[in-house]
């Protein structure tokens, strides 16, 4: 039997995974709600790219999908800058007793320790009133510095330290918001964005840090920060706008989870708006961008992961890998006990009823 599921947000990351929905063998789309009024009314599937209508029209009211009394709603709403009004939703989806995966809030991807406590009992409360359970998932954070490093440490005797790195160009990166709100890229080296703030990084990426040492079975003392910033020689263009001459252009942080002062877990960006750039700084696996772990230890490990797709760049394959892992964890969700689930305590999630033949189309409802 299928699972019925509604979905919240359609822009980078949730158009993606609408039509991951849509084309899934053992889902059931049940509504559609989004917060920009020219979609309203829009079919879904026009919504994600797809030909096939599905005669489910979007709306704007989130009692509306929850009206269709769905199993679970997939959440990729904007949470970077609207971070309680995502917890406040997910909150309130919960209490309706309707299990959610999503990819924001990211606070909620590990919230203990980094999520004040009014917020988290807020939410922990809803689940267990409502019986139901959250996922909160992506690729970094998520599985690029979850899953992945702690498949790897499974297999070490010692280690001394566990080093997640996203290395990418962000030129085709096709989000403003993100790109010059809360990054500050194209802005005065004067300006201190959203995202480097003080604590914002560790708000972050603090959930990974801590559930990664969680699973390592470590316990972090304090979470650091420190990042470098490099300004446009000259001006030049991005899928998102304009950089102006002196504006950011690269950006490398670190997030360290230190443990008597060593840093055990690392989680290091290192974000180009140019390939020329920062030569000195470390290059990815493959042109444009991926993903590496790094394992100190016995034995040692460096592991590249190097998403593609055979419709965009890296940035888009990385999009896309970020919706199929929300999408495929829905069963395991539904399937879970209430309250806030990790990678931790679910099950191992796969790609079960994906395989599609070379050349055939994928199934459409």
């Known amino acids: 039997m299928s699972l019925r599921v509604a979905h919240v947000g359609t822009g980078n990351v949730g158009r993606l995974a609408l039509a991951g929905i849509i084309t899934h063998p053992e ?62 939703d997910c909150r309130r989806i919960l209490a309706a007793g309707v299990n959610v995966v999503g990819s924001a809030p990211g606070l909620l991807q590990y919230p203990w320790g980094v999520l004040p406590r009014k917020y988290l009992a807020g939410v922990e409360e809803a689940a267990a009133q409502g019986a139901a359970s959250l996922f909160v998932t992506g690729v970094d954070p998520g599985f690029a510095n979850d899953l992945i490093p702690l498949a790897f440490a499974s297999t070490c005797q010692r280690i001394e330290q566990v080093r997640c790195m996203e ?142 797709s055979r419709v965009g760049d890296h940035n888009h394959a990385a999009i896309v890998a970020a919706a199929g892992r929300i999408v495929n964890a829905i069963p395991a969700v539904v399937a879970a006990a209430p309250g806030i689930r990790t990678t931790l305590d679910l099950p191992f999630i796969t790609g079960k009823g994906l395989f599609t033949a070379p050349n055939a189309s994928p199934r459409a409802r």
């Open 167 to 308: 290395i990418a160009d962000y030129a085709t990166y096709d989000g403003s918001t993100v790109m010059f709100d809360v990054m500050g890229f194209g802005r005065s080296l004067d300006e201190v964005p959203m995202l480097l703030q003080p604590g914002v990084l560790s708000i972050a990426w603090g959930p990974a840090v801590r559930q990664l040492a969680t699973g390592l079975g470590i316990t972090v003392d304090e979470i650091t920060e420190t990042y470098e910033r490099v300004p446009a020689a000259e001006a030049f263009d991005i899928a998102a706008g304009a950089i102006a001459r002196g504006g950011l252009a690269a950006l490398r942080f670190e997030v360290r989870g230190l443990v008597n002062g060593y840093p055990a877990i690392v989680i290091e960006h290192v974000t180009r708006l140019r390939e020329d750039l920062c030569p000195d700084w470390p290059r990815p696996a493959q042109p444009g961008g991926s993903y590496r772990v790094e394992i100190t230890g016995e034995p040692s490990y460096s592991v590249d992961i190097c998403p593609t």
């Open 27 to 88: 889902l059931e789309l049940a509504g559609v709600c989004v917060s920009t009024e020219s979609k309203v009314g829009k079919d879904a599937a026009e919504l994600a790219g797809l030909d096939l209508p599905t005669g489910i029209a979007a709306v704007a009211s989130l009692d509306e999908v929850l009206a269709t009394r769905p199993d679970c709603v997939v959440y990729c709403a904007m949470g970077d800058t609207r971070l309680h009004e995502a917890i406040e």
